[in-house]
């Protein structure tokens, strides 16, 4: 009875966010593990990292991906479901079934292919506020450049409080596919040097490989296409570094504003 009276001195506005708040709460809290892929830069590979992660956690079990590039989406793309339609439920949207199983969601699927979304600020932070993960991996490509803007979301994450489960460098190293030389077109080792200077666990380079275009671009997950591959090796040997690192489920929440 107490709480009932505590509950209704609080304004209808107030107690609806709270409730939608706790319902997304206690829908997340059904997802065993969320790890967000960041770099704090564009165009170090993040989404093609992590459709291809992804692909690789779903031989072992359920897996879904979320887009939370709420501006530029590209997931979609990359896992062939570019055109499949996300239909709404009494519980929210349900997510589309992708390459591996993998459950796919993402802007590109709500809107027109050409059509710019501008979000102001507070309706981006919010957003991404509902897409914050537990636990998050940081891609880096080699070169300083790049190093530089990771460091900055690096210290974000810590800020938060959200753990990091470690550095991925990404586009580390050439090999030819002709005389089999290896070129450090971009350099190698920054993200290496990175994560030992910053106190993180490195989880691995992956190559560069020009297949990995074009399976992106005709929605193929590389590591589906080509399993045999050294950058397909290499995503493999990541999600075995990262599986030890990955903590227990939190309780769910309960409660009348869980209801």
């Known amino acids: 009875m107490a709480e009932e009276l505590e509950t209704a001195q609080i304004p209808p506005h107030i107690m609806a966010a709270m409730r939608e708040r706790m319902k997304m709460a206690q829908r997340m809290s059904r997802i065993k593990h969320k790890i967000v892929v960041m770099s704090g830069k564009g165009g170090v590979g993040k989404s093609s990292v992590a459709a291809n992660l992804a692909c690789v956690l779903a031989e072992s079990g359920p897996t879904g991906l979320v887009d939370a590039d709420v501006t ?40 027109d292919r050409d059509t710019a979304v501008v979000w102001r600020g507070p309706l981006k932070i919010k957003a991404l506020k509902q897409m914050l993960s537990d636990v998050a991996v940081v891609v880096t490509t080699p070169q300083e450049v790049s190093l530089l803007d990771v460091r900055k ?12 489960l470690g550095v991925i460098e990404n586009m580390s190293g050439f090999v030819c596919p002709h005389c089999g030389k290896e070129t450090a077109i971009f350099k190698v080792g ?31 997950p590389f590591v589906l296409e080509h399993p045999d591959s050294a950058a397909a090796q290499a995503f493999r040997e990541i999600v075995k570094k990262l599986r030890p690192r990955l903590k227990e489920t939190k309780p769910r929440p309960t409660g009348p504003l869980a209801k």
């Open 190 to 220: 920054g993200g290496e040097a990175a994560a030992e200077e910053l106190g993180l666990p490195f989880l691995g380079r992956i190559p560069l490989d020009p297949r990995i275009v074009i399976g992106g671009d005709a929605g193929k």
């Open 72 to 111: 530029g989406p590209d997931i979609a793309k990359l896992m062939g479901v570019e055109d499949a339609q996300v239909k709404a439920t009494d519980t929210g949207l349900e997510p589309t079934t992708g390459p591996a199983g993998v459950r796919v969601i993402s802007m590109a699927q709500m809107i």
């Open 153 to 164: 979301s690096i210290a974000f994450a810590r800020a938060v409080k959200m753990d990091i």
